[in-house]
T-cell receptor, first 112, second 118 residues
Framework: DQQVKQNSPSLSVQEGRISILNCDYT??????FLWYKKYPAEGPTFLIS?????DKNEDGRFTVFLNKSAKHLSLHIVPSQPGDSAVYFC???????????FGEGTQLTVNP | GAVVSQHPSWVICKSGTSVKIECRSL??????MFWYRQFPKQSLMLMATSNEGSKATYEQGVEKDKFLINHASLTLSTLTVTSAHPEDSSFYIC??????????????FGPGTRLTVL
């Protein structure tokens, strides 16, 4: 039962353009969402998070949007840079817990 | 801040032997540490959650007698893969969370350990 899904295994964009990575979830008890960036053979690096009481959180080039009614969140990166090329995981956490449930990841490639 | 280290970063062992992986929070004390496993091109799967001084909580399907977790202090957790078999070959990643006074709902990940069982 995949409670967090990233339906696009890969995404390719041109440098300078916007990258939009999507994530859907099914568990209505999730109330905190995080995005991580991961390079091969390395641990994930925290990027940005959002609480369910918000619908948007912005940090520099990264913005996360949350649509609770649709159980959907997205990560926008603008402008995209070649160094952003990595696998991006969304993750979710329940109200009462501390465990993270991860999506399958999306490989982002930013072409110069 | 919030640096997590793992040792070793890469280990090869023979089938039937045991391997210990260490996870340390270097500049903070974490109330909770987590162990994940990632197979190639797949997501991170939580194996177990451990709190300092108490028994680990294992996810469904994870054999607690095979994957021994010890969380002796607020800065150190160990995962021992006992009687390893080739199917245990994977990328093992730990994370630490529950920073006192900090962003307690965030987890900070170690660099991972690549285990290859021959």
């Amino acid at each position: 039962d995949q409670q967090v899904k990233q339906n696009s295994p890969s995404l390719s964009v041109q440098e300078g353009r916007i990258s939009i990575l999507n994530c859907d979830y099914t568990n209505s008890m999730f109330d905190y969402f995080l995005w991580y960036k991961k390079y091969p053979a390395e641990g994930p690096t925290f990027l940005i998070s959002i609480s369910s009481i918000k619908d948007k959180n912005e940090d520099g080039r990264f913005t996360v949007f949350l649509n609770k009614s649709a159980k959907h969140l997205s990560l926008h990166i603008v402008p995209s840079q070649p160094g952003d090329s990595a696998v991006y995981f969304c993750a979710a956490m329940e109200t009462s817990g501390s465990r993270l449930t991860f999506g399958e990841g999306t490989q982002l490639t930013v072409n110069p | 801040g919030a640096v997590v280290s793992q040792h070793p970063s890469w280990v090869i062992c023979k089938s039937g032997t045991s391997v210990k992986i260490e996870c340390r929070s270097l500049d903070f004390q974490a109330t909770t540490m987590f162990w994940y496993r990632q197979f190639p091109k797949q997501s991170l799967m939580l194996m177990a959650t451990s709190n300092e001084g108490s028994k680990a909580t294992y996810e469904q399907g994870v054999e607690k007698d095979k994957f021994l977790i010890n969380h002796a202090s607020l800065t150190l957790s160990t995962l021992t893969v006992t009687s390893a078999h080739p199917e245990d070959s994977s990328f093992y990643i730990c994370s630490a969370g529950g920073l006192a006074g900090g962003p307690w709902r965030e987890q900070f990940f170690g660099p991972g350990t690549r285990l290859t069982v021959l």
